[in-house]
């Protein structure tokens, strides 16, 4: 059973504290990779929830190597999200309050998934042609990375 699943066993849907991990990686063009999400079809940064027993570094190269297939190497910190604005309540009812950690990434290796369960598509884009479907959660910190704001930015 994983942590959050065990976890809810004990407090059903109460909001609980849980660390998000993405990573925005850039190929030698300095594009950004985005995921094409399954649940919400639209374009987010790779990344996920933390384990027990993982850093943040090893949920961001475990997340990004389930989603897009990539092996990533240097990370660099971006920047970490937390507070009222980061809390969600998810579809089956339950509450969280998010801590989220993002980093960047141009050290990559392997060859990019077709398609699984949470990956329609991979693919990397311009930062002056974003998609406009951009997933909603994601748009602060894609907001912060064009606004070029000093890093690690703290929100």
Same mark, same amino acid.
């Given at each position: 059973?994983?942590?959050?699943?065990? /976890?809810?066993?004990?407090?059903?849907?109460?909001?609980?504290?849980?660390?998000?991990?993405?990573?925005?990686?850039?190929?030698?063009?300095?594009? /950004?990779?985005?995921?094409?999400?399954?649940?919400?079809?639209?374009?987010?940064?790779?990344?996920?929830?933390?384990?027990?027993?993982?850093?943040?570094?090893?949920?961001?190269?475990?997340?990004?190597?389930?989603?897009?297939?990539?092996?990533?190497?240097?990370?660099?910190?971006?920047?970490?999200?937390?507070?009222?604005?980061?809390?969600?309540?998810?579809?089956?009812?339950?509450?969280?309050?998010?801590?989220?950690?993002?980093?960047?990434?141009?050290?990559?290796?392997?060859?990019?998934?077709?398609?699984?369960?949470?990956?329609?598509?991979?693919?990397?884009?311009?930062?002056?042609?974003?998609?406009?479907?951009?997933?909603?959660?994601?748009?602060?910190?894609?907001?912060?990375?064009?606004?070029?704001?000093?890093?690690?930015?703290?929100?």
């Amino acid at each position: 059973m994983d942590y959050i699943n065990y /976890l809810r066993s004990m407090v059903g849907h109460e909001k609980v504290i849980m660390v998000a991990v993405g990573a925005m990686v850039f190929n030698e063009k300095e594009e /950004l990779l985005l995921q094409l999400r399954s649940d919400s079809r639209s374009w987010g940064i790779p990344g996920g929830f933390m384990e027990l027993n993982e850093s943040v570094r090893e949920t961001a190269k475990r997340e990004v190597f389930e989603e897009t297939g990539i092996t990533m190497g240097e990370l660099s910190l971006f920047g970490i999200y937390s507070g009222p604005s980061r809390d969600k309540t998810f579809s089956n009812g339950d509450q969280a309050a998010l801590v989220e950690v993002f980093f960047k990434c141009t050290d990559y290796s392997g060859k990019f998934i077709e398609q699984n369960e949470e990956t329609l598509e991979n693919r990397f884009f311009p930062l002056t042609d974003l998609p406009d479907n951009l997933f909603i959660e994601h748009l602060p910190v894609i907001n912060d990375l064009l606004s070029e704001k000093k890093i690690p930015v703290v929100g």
